[in-house]
């Protein structure tokens, strides 16, 4: 059974604006479900929305495109419950109760606020590069590779291609 994940805002806009890095190789982990993304209704609306915003220079139909291929790769968590530890930072709750209420294995974040709450339940709290550590799933071999798969502002299109390939 595949790794059941929740990843944060901030580690999917990396992974999808920087070609390399361990956000880039979350994203392909996730692109090729090789780990199954949980999300609830709230953590998705701020994903929407921040691809919206001016600073990342995407048209709306852009936007739409890579929201619509990270939803497809979604497993929807409906009737969300409160975890039992409150993070600091209310707007990071969201992604607590996420990973709570679907039983997620790893939230993924570069946020101090949860990094600090270190687990929450059955959910291991970690950066990036500690979850590909964690799964020893990508010799450094696909690194390399990877910067042709995974896209920056200019490459959108092969994200969404790809997305709908699958």
Known sequence: MKPRIVVDTNVLLSG?????GNEAQVLKLILEERVGLLASLETLEEFRETLTRPKFNLSPGESLAIFQVILEKCEVILNINDAEVK????DDQKFLDCAHTGRAEYLVTGDPDLLDIRQVGR?????????????????????????????????????????RER
């Not at 999808?16 to 390399?20: A, T």
């Not at 042709?148 to 790809?162: M, N, P, T």
């Open 87 to 90: 993070c600091r930072d209310r």
């Open 123 to 163: 959910t291991r709290i970690l950066r990036a590069a500690q979850l590909i550590r964690e799964l020893k799933i990508m010799p450094d071999e696909e690194l390399e590779k990877l910067g042709s798969r995974i896209f920056s502002k200019k490459g959108a299109a092969r994200l969404v291609a790809e997305g």
């Open 16 to 20: 999808i604006f920087f070609e390399k």
